[in-house]
């Protein structure tokens, strides 16, 4: 199972999300071709309700503990209740350009 699927079977499992997006971003960053490091997460789930962010991602933190011990080296999260979803137009933020980290000019 490759690690895409692990979090996408954790987060059904756990959350039972109304919509889920999980997507390898990787390849928008130095990584090796096929590389699964980088991902983000549109999680829509009636378990968010009256829950502040913080407790959200904590809880998303929680189910992937393993992966993000040993696998994942970044996780952008988009937690949102179903009206927050609707409110964003089934929508989520794009995400920003790699800037390159620990790259040098040269």
């Known amino acids: ?9 954790k987060i059904i499992e756990s ?4 919509h889920l997006e999980v997507i390898n971003e990787s390849h928008m960053h130095s990584v090796p071709p096929g590389s699964e490091s980088h991902f983000k997460l549109v999680i829509v789930s009636e378990q968010f309700e009256g829950k502040p962010l913080v407790r959200r991602h904590r809880a998303v933190n929680a189910i992937l503990e393993q992966e993000l011990a040993n696998d994942i080296h970044a996780l952008s999260l988009q937690t949102m209740t179903a ?13 920003p350009v790699c800037l390159g980290g620990g790259k040098t000019d040269g």
């Not at 199972?1 to 079977?9: D, L, S």
């Not at 959350?15 to 109304?18: F, G, I, Q, S």
């Not at 009206?83 to 995400?95: F, I, L, M, Q, T």
């Open 15 to 18: 959350l039972a999300p109304a």
């Open 1 to 9: 199972m490759t690690v895409q699927q692990t979090i996408e079977a």
């Open 83 to 95: 009206a927050e979803w609707e409110r964003r137009g089934g929508v989520a933020p794009s995400s």
